[in-house]
């Protein structure tokens, strides 16, 4: 079936630091693919999404391409701030649309990001 | 426009007890989802609606567990009788599902429900 892989963390970084968070994935057919980020106490924010090869998401100065022939997903930001320290969640959905299986999102285990001053 | 809204925010119960975790999709949106969030399992999809209807309930743990959605408006998931292993948080989530399709899929969250069972 479906499924997503993301580098283990925790991740810790100073500021300013480049960050990168892998993300690979398996699916049957052309599925979308997100991150969503969770800071302390509160739910899953959509960070950014692509929906098809070649498609890079971006948003709050974060960066993701879809690389079908790869298979990946990863998620880069060029300079961090403490601000980003969260969990970060690769997840895919509808890979095969043809199965009737609707858009429900598969996730990685998540990483942690710590960032320090 | 509102988001996902969950009721209650933080529940502490006896085991034995039954627990109703409610949701509120976002206006418009026909497919729902529950998933809970543990430190050992991550988050786990327990069970999707679409247009109200269940479409997979696979990943509901046992009997104990059940879900409703009466209306394009409201879910419960329903934890009787609860026990210490199902402390976790209880995410709803909505989605446009026949746009989403096409165009990719954007699940919104809600805020969780933070259930703790002694």
């Known amino acids: 079936g479906d499924s997503v892989t993301q580098m283990e963390g925790p991740v810790t970084l100073s500021e300013e630091a480049f960050l990168t968070i892998n993300c690979t994935y398996t699916?049957?057919?052309?599925?979308?693919l997100f991150w969503y980020v969770q800071y302390p106490g509160e739910g899953l924010q959509l960070l950014l999404k692509?929906?098809?090869?070649?498609d890079k998401g971006s948003n709050k100065g974060f960066e993701a391409t879809y690389r079908k022939e790869t298979t990946s997903f990863h998620l880069e930001k060029g300079s961090v701030q403490v601000s980003d320290s969260a969990v970060y969640f690769c997840a895919l959905s509808g890979g095969d649309l043809f199965s009737g299986g609707y858009n429900k999102l598969i996730f990685g285990a998540g990483t942690r990001l710590a960032v320090h001053p | 426009d509102a988001g996902v809204i969950q009721s209650p925010r933080h529940e502490v119960t006896e085991m034995g007890q039954e627990v109703t975790l409610r949701c509120k999709p976002i206006s418009g949106h026909n497919s729902l989802f529950w998933y809970r969030q543990t430190m050992m399992r991550g988050l786990e999809l327990l069970i999707y609606f679409n247009n109200n209807v269940p479409i997979d309930d696979s990943g509901m743990p046992e009997d104990r567990f059940s879900a409703k959605m009466p209306n394009a408006s409201f879910s419960t998931l329903k934890i009787q009788p609860s026990e210490p292993r199902d402390s976790a948080v209880y995410f709803c989530?909505?989605?446009?599902?026949?746009?989403?399709?096409?165009?990719?899929?954007?699940?919104?969250f809600g805020e969780g429900s933070w259930l703790t069972v002694v």
């Open positions: 692509a929906t098809k090869a070649d």
């Open positions: 989530a909505s989605s446009s599902s026949l746009r989403d399709r096409v165009y990719g899929n954007t699940i919104y």
């Open positions: 699916a049957t057919g052309y599925p979308s």
